[in-house]
């Protein structure tokens, strides 16, 4: 962590790093604080609740995965991008300290759906299978609807179980299961 960054970009930072290491709640505001180095005063001067730094988080966590799913679906063409996308998926499963999706995880510690993380974990999720989806209507599938729900399906089992497999056996896998989805 660099000392240039602003004291708010700190905060995410840390939290980003301990949150997908550690789990959201287990990480509290003193940890939060003295890892970023700022005051207590200056973390709820930026987010006024954890809950909102976690928000955030999930944000800052979206945009990387959006980046990364986009460049993926450029680099092929529209047949191809949807399976592109998934390589993108499989490929993170293979990342040093991979411990799941952000998104399945945080979902796990909030339970509440009108809860503003759970809500942010559903946005991501429709985002995600929106995607997909308008991916495999351009490449002409028979059922895009179906097709998009089963690799979102795929893509959440690939993340689970990239941290508990061996995770080049679940990227092969992803890339087969979905070969078997686009070819329908």
Known sequence: MTETLSPRDRLLETASRL???EGIHTVGVDKLVTAAGVT?????????TKEDLVVAYLRSQHD?????????????PDGDAALAVLDF??????GAGFRGCPFI????????????????????????????LDLVTKAGH?????????????R????QGGELDD??????????ACRQVLAA
């Open 19 to 21: 949150f997908y290491s």
């Open 40 to 48: 207590r005063a200056t973390f709820y001067r930026h987010f006024p």
């Open 64 to 76: 990387q995965i959006r980046a990364g799913v986009e460049s993926a679906a450029r680099t092929e």
């Open 89 to 94: 998926v499989g490929d993170s499963t293979c």
């Open 105 to 132: 995880n945080a979902a796990a510690e909030y339970s509440d759906p009108e809860n503003p993380v759970r809500v942010m974990v559903s946005e991501h999720r429709a985002w995600f299978h929106d995607a997909l």
């Open 142 to 154: 028979p059922d895009p609807t179906y097709a998009a729900a089963a690799l979102v399906l795929l």
């Open 156 to 159: 959440d089992g690939a993340l």
């Open 167 to 176: 995770p080049e056996q679940v990227k092969a896998t992803l890339r087969r």
